[in-house]
């Protein structure tokens, strides 16, 4: 009886009109979350992201986030095949790109060979794919390992490595599982070169093999200092000095053959403390190369760990200042998964936190996130050399790929990335990039305000801030633009001729683009 009667007062609700507002509040929440998923787990939504999520399905498409391998990005890879060293191993970049001096830099071949152009080609790589890929997901994850496990471009052979570093550590394991990634940054030559260590001896290498040791004369603390405060167990992890230092003497020999040549690791018994060494109260009994893999098997299974890595995630996608309720559930995700990003991602997305009202736009975007944002919001067409361009106007802002010196990379909090000065840059980008100043990017204003009735400027704002912001607006915001309707330059939007008003458009779109609701996620 309860189903007929149920289904008799939605028919009396719906003939009198009752339940038309009750389905449009509905829809209207759950267009409110897909926005806010795209904002969270992508670059943020482009023309249409939203729909084709309603009409997929919001759980559906997360699935294939998660999966990338399922999505096709087959346009994005051959936009990518403009960058030719993204595909080149380390000994064909020392080869093809040698430094200044070095007898393999052949005289006159000019710029385009220079080791520059490697980290230029890096760069441009990360933001085509950030603006175009279909994969966003793996693509914001990318950037959250990359900042985690930070190596800077600019020391030594980075330039080298950090393309290969990149290819083979960060993006394949991206959605995979965190021990094994920790495994993979240990033993590149890149995490080797950026914390030196490479060069890490036992303590008597000089003294037994002579001035013929060269630099490796002796223990290097950074790599075993960083690998807990920064890789695993958090600056509070519960380790001492003393781990420290047995870290370190357990990493004593692992190093790189030919540096540059192939680079790649290579175990030397000789230069290996052989002693007995205890981490974490933990004896390590097998010796060797072993050693080290006994120490990051030790700390991808710490109960510590599970924290670090629930803390950054949680912070990275909810807040920054990560809820402790959520930030142990994500932590038993791992422990229960064995540090399994997928499985801590989707509770993560599943949690009340996540979609809590204060959680909406609280995280303030990072500049490779406003950059790439924004293109996607404008709809952009860019290029190879357009990729180019929108890196370094991340850069310009404070976040330059892989150009972060210290190894905690780069901040994921507002207060790094929130001053008159960034907000001014901020703004001086969002009207460049509508205005067609910068190479290779392309924004149509007029596709973002297609079918509006160009006489009338209050309906060409409403427009965008639908386009751009998806409604996100405060009462305030919108105040603070329709006063700008006034402005000579704006007005200019009733001549209703195609070129001037296209160019009035770009301006007013800078302007939604600049609005504090664009700067959040």
């Known amino acids: 009886m309860r189903r007929p009667a149920a289904a008799l007062l939605a028919l009396l609700l719906a003939g009198a009109g009752l339940l038309t507002p009750l389905a449009a509040a509905a829809a209207e929440a759950e267009r409110a979350t897909i926005v806010h998923v795209l904002q969270r787990l992508t670059y943020g939504p482009r023309p249409g992201d939203v729909e084709r999520v309603e009409a997929m399905g919001l759980e559906a498409w997360l699935e294939r986030q998660l999966d990338p391998a399922r999505v096709d990005d087959t346009a994005?890879?051959?936009?990518?095949?403009?960058?030719?060293?993204?595909?080149?191993?380390?000994?064909?970049?020392?080869?093809?790109?040698?430094?200044?001096?070095?007898?393999?830099?052949?005289?006159?071949?000019?710029?385009?060979?220079?080791?520059?152009?490697?980290?230029?080609?890096?760069?441009a790589g990360r933001m085509l794919r950030a603006v175009r890929s279909e994969r966003q997901l793996q693509e914001v994850m990318v950037d959250f390992w990359a900042n985690h496990f930070n190596v800077f471009v600019g020391k030594g052979e980075l330039r080298w490595y950090a393309t290969a570093w990149e290819r083979e550590v960060i993006r394949p394991h991206a959605l995979g599982r965190f021990p094994e990634l920790l495994r993979a940054t240990a033993r590149h030559p890149a995490m080797l070169f950026y914390l030196d260590n490479w060069l890490s001896t036992r303590g008597d290498f000089t003294r037994r093999f002579g001035p013929s040791a060269g630099r490796r004369a002796g223990l290097n603390e950074n790599y075993a200092r960083e690998l807990m405060e920064l890789h695993t167990l958090g600056v509070d992890g519960g380790y001492t000095q003393q781990d420290v230092t047995e870290v370190a003497r357990a990493f004593t020999g692992w190093t790189i053959e030919r540096p540059r040549g192939e680079a790649r690791f290579v175990f030397r018994p000789a230069m290996h403390d052989h002693g007995d060494k205890v981490v974490l109260g933990q004896p390590l009994r097998r010796g060797g190369e072993r050693d080290g893999d006994d120490v990051l098997d030790l700390l991808a299974r710490h109960p510590a760990t599970a924290r670090f890595i629930a803390t950054k995630l949680v912070r990275r996608f909810v807040a920054d200042d990560p809820p402790p309720v959520l930030v142990e559930r994500v932590a038993a995700v791992y422990r229960d998964t064995g540090g399994d990003v997928r499985a801590m991602l989707r509770a993560i997305v599943a949690a009340p936190e996540f979609r809590a009202p204060e959680t909406l736009g609280a995280k303030i975007k990072k500049p490779s996130e406003l950059v790439a944002g924004a293109a996607r919001a404008a709809g952009a067409v860019i290029d190879a050399r357009g990729a180019l361009a929108l890196a370094r106007?991340?850069?310009?802002?404070?976040?330059?790929?892989?150009?972060?010196?210290?190894?905690?990379?780069?901040?994921?909090?507002?207060?790094?990335?929130?001053?008159?000065?960034?907000?001014?840059?901020?703004?001086?980008?969002?009207?460049?990039?509508?205005?067609g100043r910068l190479p290779g990017v392309r924004v149509d204003v007029g596709a973002l305000v297609a079918g509006v009735d160009r006489r009338q400027p209050g309906a060409v704002l409403e427009r965008l801030l639908a386009t751009l912001l998806h409604e996100r607006v405060s009462p305030a915001t919108r105040e603070v633009l329709k006063a700008q309707l006034a402005t000579p330059v704006i007005t200019r939007l009733t001549l209703d001729d195609r070129g001037p008003a296209d160019t009035d458009v770009a301006k007013l779109a800078a302007l939604v683009l600049g609005s504090p609701e664009f700067q959040r996620r």
């Open 393 to 435: 106007a991340s850069a310009q802002i404070g976040e330059g790929f892989y150009e972060a010196q210290a190894p905690t990379g780069h901040p994921d909090r507002a207060e790094a990335w929130v001053s008159p000065g960034t907000l001014l840059a901020r703004m001086n980008f969002a009207l460049a990039l509508v205005d």
């Open 76 to 123: 994005t890879e051959r936009a990518l095949a403009a960058l030719p060293t993204l595909t080149m191993s380390i000994a064909d970049l020392h080869a093809q790109y040698p430094r200044p001096g070095d007898q393999n830099f052949a005289a006159g071949e000019g710029a385009s060979k220079r080791p520059i152009r490697i980290a230029g080609e890096l760069q």
